[in-house]
Each structure stands twice: as C-alpha cells, then as structure tokens.
C-alpha cells in the first residue's frame, strides 16, 4: 500500500479533526464530480465540487503547494505554485511544492496543448484567494474586527497593530466553510506572479538529487528490457533464450504482448540480456514500406488545381519529415503491484487518464491504483502515450516483485508516437498591387490514427481574400501521435515560407509585406519590434541572409528574426531574435526558456532530425542518426518579452513553429534558394 | 563475482559487478548514485558525463574494470554543499528546463572550467558539444559557463578527488 497517499489523507483528517494546520481542496463546480468523489475517502463530506490543487499551510508557517500538472521541463512546478502562492498572500521563500498522485480530484491534470497555465490559471487563483480569506477571516475574529480591515500578505495576516502569522490563524481558520467565489487579487497588486523566478527544483538539479522516473528508488526493484520487432507490423514468431539467461544478474526471459522481456538485477544486466536473444521476426503487411513509398503515397494524393482568378499565380510544394519525440529520458516506469494494489511511478504527461487503464491493466479497483509522478526528462507530446506504462504493468504482474522497465535510446527512437509526415502543396493568386487575393492549400499527412497532423490549415494570420485548406491522409503503418506544436509543426513552417514566397512575388520587403496584411494588433506589434530589435533592413555580412516568421495561437504571439550564413559546413545559424507577447506572463524566465528551447526544436527541424522507414520500420536508433542540435549549432538568441495584461496564454509550443521557417527564408536571402522539404539539404 | 575498487566522490567504494559493466550503471544500480543520467548508452548524448581524475568520461562508455584504482566524480561530489561556481551560476540564469541533460552539461563544463579557467566561445562550444540538451538551454549554459569563470576558480570547492 503507498504510504504517501495514506498519510495525506491522515493529514486532511488530523487537519479537519485536530485543527493542526489548514489543509484546502480546492473545487471546481462539476456536476458530475459528486459520484467520483465519493469513491475517495477524503472528499465525502465535501460539498458538490472537485479539488483542482492542494495547499497546506504548516505549523512551522511553511506552505505546501500540491501541483497536479507534470512538469516535462515547462515549469509547471514553479508556475502553477506561483499563482496559488501569489492569491494566497505567502512569502515565496517559503513554498514548498509537492507534485500530485494521481486522482480525479485535481480535474485534468494532462499536459498538452499549451494548456496548463490556461486551464489552471482561474482554478488555482480561486484555490489561493479562498484560503486566504478564511485565514483573513479567522484573523477579523479573533481581533473583533470587519475581514475588510485585514489584508494578508507575506504570509501573515495585519490589521492596524496586529499581525498574525498564517500557521498561526490555521486551526481557526480550518472550520470556517471554504468561500466558492473569493475574491480575487487585482493583477496590478500582483507580487509573484510576473517576477523572474527561478525553477523549485533548480538546487536538486544542479547537484544530481532530483529524481526523474529512471531515478525512482522507493522500491527495490528488477529491472526490464523488452525486445520488440523492427517492423511496426512485426511480430517475434520464435526466440531462443539459452545465451541471455547466461548472462550474470539476468533472472528471467518471457514473451508478452510487445515482445520479449529480459528482467535483470540491473539495467546493465537486463540489456546485456536482451542483446543475446535470438528471434525470429514475421514483419507481417509492412514490411515493405518505406519512406519513399509513403512520399509517393502523399504526392500521389494531391488534386488538380481547379480554376483560379486573373493575377500572378504562385504555387509551391513542402514535405517534412517524420519526426520522434526523443525525450532526453528514455520511457520507463516503475510498478509494483501486490496484496490487491498497484503502486506506479511513471513519467507521464497524463496522470488523469492513466489511472483508468493502469487499474484495468493491472486488474485492481481504480482506487487502488497510486501514480506517482516523477521530474520529467523532456515530455514533446510522446508522454501523452502511456504505452510504456502498460508495458511495465503487464510485467509486473508477471513478476510480482517491484519493476524498473527501462526502454534504450533505440527504443525510444524506434517505437515512437512520430509526428507524422506530410505534404504540402499551395497556390496563391497576387492582384496587380501585389495583394494575395487567392490562397488554396492541399495537405496530406501520412498516418491517419491521431489528429496529429496539419490542422487549423485555413486559420492564416493574413487578410488575404479567399482562402480555403482542405486535408487528407495516408493509411501507413506509422504509428503517429502529437509532438510539440502538433499541427503548426507542419503548417508554421509552410505558411510562413510560402507568404515569403509571395512577398517575394510582389517584389516587397518580407517584413513590409507581412504588416500590410497582419490584422491582429498584438501581432503586428510583436513584428514591428521584433524587427526593430534584429536592425531589420541593415546590411549584413556577405555570405549571410536575415529571414522572418510570424505564429499565433494558444492565446500567445511570437516572431522571429534569424540570420544565417552559408559556410563549407552547412548553414550556420548566427542569431537569432524573438518577440513574444503571450499576456500576463506567470513566470517571465519561464516564457523565455519555452521561447528559448522551442526556437532550437524548430531549427533542429529545419537542418537536421528526420526519421526514416525501411522495411516497415525505423532507420535511425540514437541522437548519432536522429540528429539534434548542440551547443556547436545553437545560435545567440535574444528574447523580448511584451508586457501585457491580457489573460495569460500558453507559452510550451509557440515557439517552435515559426523557426524553421525563419531559418529557411534567411537562406533564401543568403542564397536566392528556396529550400521547401526539411530537413534542409543544401544544394 | 569479480569485484571491484575505486574512489567516488572521494570515498574508497568496493563494487561487486562484471568488470565489463559501463561505469553509467555501476554508478545508478549499484551505488544508487543517480544524478549521473542515461541518455542513450552508446556514447552520443553525453548525459553521462562524469570526471575520471581530471578529464571528462562518458560513463555509459566507460568498463567498470577501466575506473578500477582511479577517482571519479559524480555531480552529487561536485561540492559539498551545491555551491560549486557552475552550480551557482546554473541557478543564478535558471538554466535548466526538464534538468534531465544538467549534471551531463555541469560535469562537462567543470571539465573545461580545470583546463581553460576563462573559455572564449570557441572552447565552449568544442568541449560541450558532446552533451546534447534536448530542451535547448544551449545558450543559457554557454552564459552560465562564462558567470562561473568570471566567479571563482573552478575547483576549490569540489570535494578532492
Ligand atoms: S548515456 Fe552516455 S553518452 Fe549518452
Ligand atoms: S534541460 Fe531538458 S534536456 Fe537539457
């Protein structure tokens, strides 16, 4: 049984019995949540509304702040707390964040889509501004005096001369019914949220204590290595095991649904294991599919033109690539499942959701089921599969004794959720001013099985005429999935190129051409001084080429400069400019780093990852072959942040769309080419 | 078993293991030192890095037998207390994202830090380019690297080797 998910709820019990510190849920109105609470002890005698996040405020005047979102190296363990610390009134310094099992009762607790801060932002400030006026509350009473004439900052409660500390107002302030619509700060009298703030978990990073999934110790556990077949539609026919259980530590060998299962003392032992397996593989249909078949597939697929009106046409095609996610932490989860409970720790990006099929997995009644989560090694979407979640559960049922399923950098480059590939093909129709009064877009994706795809194709930023998009996919064996920025992976980099195309056509200046038919007042101003920083215009170096791209949506804005230059080598990105308004910023360090790591994505898109088929599977099997950035590559980069006070928008993903196509425009200043497959090969 | 004994961190350890076992997982199964990452096991993410007496090592790379007799240092031994130069400066430019790939980046960079005490650009680029980050902090490290020269000395306060 977990020891953690019964003391907390011991502490929520001692804390309504005993008084001994304030223990809050904070509830959202849900109308169906009632049912689901009851199943947990804790909620029962709550009101009809579901816990989002949890703070606690301790005797020694610490407080806990639970936070129910992964953190996959956005910073949602600082944000999330930030804007529950900044409602509540509390001394940041003082903050201690605890990251939530997992449970129905914080609501969604997913990572995806931008969507933390905005989908948590109201819930954890009424969480926060809740707590603090019971604790104001229970202060005004015990001076005599109206709530209105306290104020609760810093952690502590004042009153003309009195000041109360909050752990001190605590048990009073734990009978009081908590207020379902508190009063919230206004963002003007904000203290924490909009200050650079560093990551909570920066000191146990830097000295090597902070514990990832692969990290997990709170079980003495196997470890496992699973060999899976090579082609997706593969199937492992025989194996031979005689050489692999000869290996020292290796204490058992099976098969189960995704192929065979080496348990070992250690990693080292359980790989060591895997590597003397001898099998036989039926790839099964695919086993002839390759990425050159998949490309015909899709340019097969586009249609004819249909009429378009008088002007000067301009037409183009794109391809990218299949991409893998490659987190830096390869999947893996941790399992123990005993005495009728299921005991998990899983680096994922959807605790929510796992819940449900861990318990049908592992055969055990949902609430017996704890997810824990980990620090996170980079998430990109591929968390959002909990694949290597039933993997382990389905071993350590076979098992019985605490497992460690560790998949191999080869595993994770071969047996991804892709970001499919796709195929572009535009036409536009420019008026004899030069004005795009015609845009049409054919799209094709390879891979059918998620919505992972290009998307929102017809959403253009530009008052261009008529515009329409319209989609299709072909049925590979891939499996695909969404990857950072999901569908403006594809559609970022090909609009961008191609309104630089059409500038191009109508003989204007990128930037010129791209204000003259921007409508969005935060856009344009995002450009406008972006341009201004990068000295658009001003001569550069021979060799070296400056390119621009726009993006909007999660509710953020973000532009950028680049300048490139063509060297014996390849293309070297010298530097780069941004401008980002993405509303309130939570946390504006944190906004910069997504900017910061989303700009390396789309420009290691740009001139280096692709994931190649042969035989129905994957080519590449490391960072050798599925080539990232490094330090070598990365550019300079400045980052300016527009104020805002615009509700906040998602920050995880808007960087990474318009880089490649930044990149790509540059070169095309540099050299007069237009390069429209990634990655970019030069010619 | 074979076994095995070296100093890490500065403490005399005796591993009972294969010699052929890489360093990486010596270091994590056995000794349950984890800040020490996996990333890919075959020498190409750096994750791994640690310092086998002076110099950078890749400890997925690295047969146990190879680090018999000689010291290693882990980011747990970096210093005593995290406040290493390049510790500090990491925290003070809130360098990580996910913090998976820092001890790697730390490690290296403490490497470089004990040949050339103010690397210029070039250097930093040529000693850390063998640790990928696959959140792309690049450029924050390369800030961060530069504050920690300019700070103090790399190594006075590393526990001694
Ligand atoms: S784990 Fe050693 S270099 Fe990648
Ligand atoms: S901080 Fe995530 S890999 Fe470097």
Redesign the interface.
Known sequence: MSLESVSRRDVLRVAAVAGTGLVLGCRLASPDSHARNLSHGEAQDGPVFEPNAWLKVLPNDDVVIVVARP?????TRTSMAMIVAEELGVDWRKVKVEQAVADRKYGPMGVGGSASVRGSYAPLRRAGAAAREMLVAAAAAKWGVEASACRAENGVVLSGDNKLAFAALAADAAKLPVPANPTLKDPAAFTIIGK?T??V???D????????G??V?AVKAF?AAILRPRCFTGRISEFDDTEARKV?GVRDVFQLGTGVVVIG????AA?EGRKRLKTTENPGPAGKVTSASIREAMRAAIQPWPEAPEGKVVEATFELPFLAH?????QNCTVWIHDGVCEIWAPTQVPDSLLGQAARAAEVAPDKVTIHVP??????GRRLVSDFAMEAIEIAKRVGDPVQL?W??DDDTRHDYYRPASHHALRAVLDASGKPIHWRHQYIQAGGRTNAGPYRAESLDYGFGSVEARGGSVATPVPTGAWRSVGHSHTGFVYEAFVDELATAAGQDPVAFRLAHIEDPRLRKALELCAEKANWGSKLPNGRGRGVACFADYGSYCVHIVEATMTKGGVKVNRVVSTVDCGIAINP?GVE?QI??????GL?CALRAEITIENGGVVES???DFE??????????EIHRIESRESPGGMGEVGVPGAPAALANAIFAATGTRYRNLPIRLA | MEHFELKVNGQNVRVEASGEMPLLWVLRDKLNLCGTKYGCGVGVCGSCVVLVGEFAARACMVPLKQVAGKSVLTIEGLSKTGDHPLQRAWMELDVPQCGYCQAGQIMAAAALLRRKPNPTDADIDAAMSDVICRCGTYDRIRSAIKLAAQGAPGSEEEVPA
Not at chain 1, 628 to 637: E, G, L
Request: aromatic share 10%; glycine share 14%.
């Open positions: 953190d996959i190296g956005q910073g650079r560093s990551r978990d920066n000191r990073v830097v000295t090597g204590r902070a514990v990832f692969l990290d110790r470890r020292e003392d250690t990693t080292h790989f490659a987190p830096m932490e390869p620090l996170i090694g980079g998430g990109f560790v191999s950098r360090g780093q910061l790591g989303g700009t390396v994505d290691s490391s960072y050798r990232w950035f490094r330090m070598k590559d990365a550019p300079r980069h």
